[in-house]
């Protein structure tokens, strides 16, 4: 069954975004369970729990029937059934990667869930076989473009602009410097222009959020997406596991150490760790630093939906106009803004702090498991033969090469500024 209405994925995930957040603030607040665990004997017992699993039988409900909503508005097929046992197959991968996630060896290194979603995806993608009933229910960029709206709810101005003025500044520095270094590495070695900007972005603004953004304004390729991504989740890693470690062997101040991390790793998650092992002022830092960067997103995606609209113009004569580059903008962007907006300077100031921390949490719930269901679809879409074929590893070594690049970049710039 098809219905009359006909929005972009772009606007889908907006509307599905915000009518979570309303119902949420409605007072039906999902919760996403902590599945913490250390031995068997836990596990056991935390699988036994009825009230667990009814927890996460509404959880499934919500996202189910908010995946539903969200083919409706897009004009697409409902197909309930087929629907179901697809969602529920990518639900339960990512369950399981919340799991592993919960153990207390594994938490305690600070791994996120969509990297064991990530891995999962590709391992069931190139050891076992995806079933054909599963695949129309990979929808990647839909999922993850959903809960990048949803991020938005956690950048409060105020905090940031209170407590990383000079965050603020080296973020500005770094992501002019290093976009223009990562693009010239990246023209060097041949790669086309899609992926140019896709790396550029990743590297130098927020990682996966950067890359999901650019990909949105050049209308670009969504396999090549997929594969910065995973390079962006592969290379976070060791960065995450030995910059702490450099920076105690460089002995720098515990405020540069912080900015240098959350400046260059790029995932959230991993600069939090990251930052833990130096302590909690090296964690503030680097967290200032790095929800500085994800503010400027927004006016990144503009500037680069611009450029790209006025440079890859299909009239050689007339100059695309202000509704060719509405066109190409990222609409989940103006998304992501519209929400840190809302919960900057309408929701804080007039909540309770008790009510808000419960929305706040539940939100950050929901967001969490849409990016569990988008990286568990990036693995299950990815084969490695396709990978290792993109450009001889080409691609990989720009990446890499950049990412270098970025370090020593930032580093300079945050021993300037916090030093």
Not at 303 to 319: C, D, G, H, L
């Amino acid at each position: 069954m098809k219905t009359k209405f006909n929005l972009s994925e772009d606007w889908a995930t907006v509307v599905i975004a915000f009518a979570s957040i309303f119902v949420i603030l409605a007072g039906l607040r999902p919760v996403l369970p902590k599945l913490s665990w250390e031995n068997g004997s836990d596990l056991t017992g935390l699988l036994g729990a009825g009230s667990l699993w009814l927890v996460l039988g509404g959880l499934f409900l919500w996202i189910f029937f908010s995946y539903l909503l969200g083919r409706g508005l897009m004009g697409q097929p409902l197909e309930f059934s087929k629907s179901l046992k697809g969602m529920l197959f990518v639900f339960l991968i990512t369950l399981l990667a919340q799991l592993i996630t919960g153990n207390k060896a594994v938490s305690d290194l600070g791994l996120e869930v969509v990297l064991f979603s990530l891995l999962l995806g590709l391992f069931i993608s190139n050891v076992l076989r995806v079933p054909t009933w599963a695949k129309p229910a990979l929808q990647s960029e839909y999922y993850i473009k959903t809960g990048l709206v949803l991020l938005g709810c956690r950048i409060i101005f105020g905090d940031i602009i209170d407590a990383g003025k000079l965050g603020l500044i080296q973020s500005v520095v770094v992501v002019f410097t290093v976009w223009y270094s990562a693009y010239f590495i990246c023209k060097k070695l041949g790669l086309d222009e899609e992926l140019r900007m896709m790396v550029s972005s990743a590297v130098s603004i927020c990682g996966v959020s950067a890359a999901i953004a650019t990909s949105g304004a050049i209308e670009g390729d969504s396999k090549k997406l997929s594969y910065v991504i995973s390079l962006v989740l592969v290379v976070a890693i060791p960065m995450m596991l030995f910059m702490p470690y450099i920076a105690m062997w460089l002995d720098l101040p515990v405020a540069v150490a912080g900015a240098w991390m959350g400046g260059t790793i790029d995932t959230t998650g991993a600069v939090v760790a990251a930052g833990t092992l130096l302590g909690e002022e090296a964690v503030t830092y680097a967290t200032v630093v790095k929800f500085s960067q994800n503010v400027l997103l927004g006016l990144a995606a503009f500037a680069i939906s611009i450029y790209w609209t006025y440079t890859n113009k299909e009239s050689a004569v007339e100059k695309p106009g202000l509704k060719t580059i509405w066109k190409r903008f990222p609409k989940f962007v103006l998304g992501f803004v519209l929400a840190s907006l809302l919960f900057s300077f309408v929701l804080t100031p007039t909540l309770a702090s008790d009510t808000l921390k419960e929305v706040s949490a539940s939100v950050k719930g929901i967001q969490t498991v849409w990016f569990g269901l988008a990286f568990t679809c990036i693995g299950l879409e990815t084969r490695f033969a396709d990978i290792f074929k993109m450009g001889n590893g080409r691609p990989a070594l720009a990446f890499i090469t950049a990412q270098l690049v970025n370090v020593l970049i930032t580093l300079v710039v945050a021993y300037l500024v916090f030093s």
